[in-house]
């Protein structure tokens, strides 16, 4: 690239000022409610990095069999106002995975949207965008797990050049692109092929403009993936 298009590259569009500007708003109105009122859950007003600690130390807690005993009746009362939760997961749907348990989270915790795949949809995005820029949410965690069917359907169907019924080819699609970029160097496919879409949609969300890359440059936001482990329920974390 030359020195010019350099250049270019980091000047900003009337576009991007535009979102810029937009992101601000937004994080402006949600610490301007926080400064009013109080949160519900002053315990979850946490940084990136201490939000991340504790999913990490209730993912222990689970594995091990020793989680807490929560009490329900009280957290119900204090979210009826309002809601803070410390970390945002963005998960498969498999019945197998349920972030709440897997991390021995209250309600109001965790901030979860579900979708076959884990993958990054208009309208996930969208919901992270609200949870980070309404709730204030300091982490995204983009959770996959070993032997998702979603991508395993993914890769027979591409491998047969064969379609999905029903609406299920917009699963494929969303799913595609990290199947594509492994599939040329064999081995485990499907293993290969669920870390790729984890990481995939880590960068997607961390990118993804006005609203969560805004975020993640004021280091307001932390943007990480994992992969659940079936027969013991723990999470690793990918890299």
Known sequence: MCVTCLQNSFRPSRRGLILGATATLLFGNAAGAKEK???PKPQNVLSPDASLERLLKGNARYVEGVS???????????????????????????SRIAPEYAFDSGRGDLFVCRV????????????LEYAVAVLGVPLILVLGHDACGAVDATIKSLKDNTTLPGHMPSLVAGIAP???????QGGDTLGKAIRQNVLDNVATL???????????????????????????GRVDIAA
Not at 68 to 74: A, Q
Not at 178 to 184: I, N, Q, T, W
Not at 207 to 231: D, N
Request: hydrophobic letters at 40%; one cysteine or more; a positive charge.
């Open 178 to 184: 990290s199947v594509k970029a492994v599939l040329p």
């Open 37 to 39: 009122k109080p949160p």
């Open 68 to 94: 807490l005993r929560h009490d329900f009746k009280h957290e119900r009362e204090a979210l009826a106002g309002g809601q803070n939760p410390f970390a945002a997961i963005l998960s498969c749907a498999d």
């Open 116 to 127: 076959a795949g884990n993958f990054a949809s208009e309208e996930s995005v969208a919901s």
């Open 206 to 232: 961390s990118t993804a403009t006005p609203i969560l890359s805004a975020a993640v440059e004021q280091h307001k936001l932390k943007v990480v993936g994992g992969i659940y482990r079936l027969r013991d």
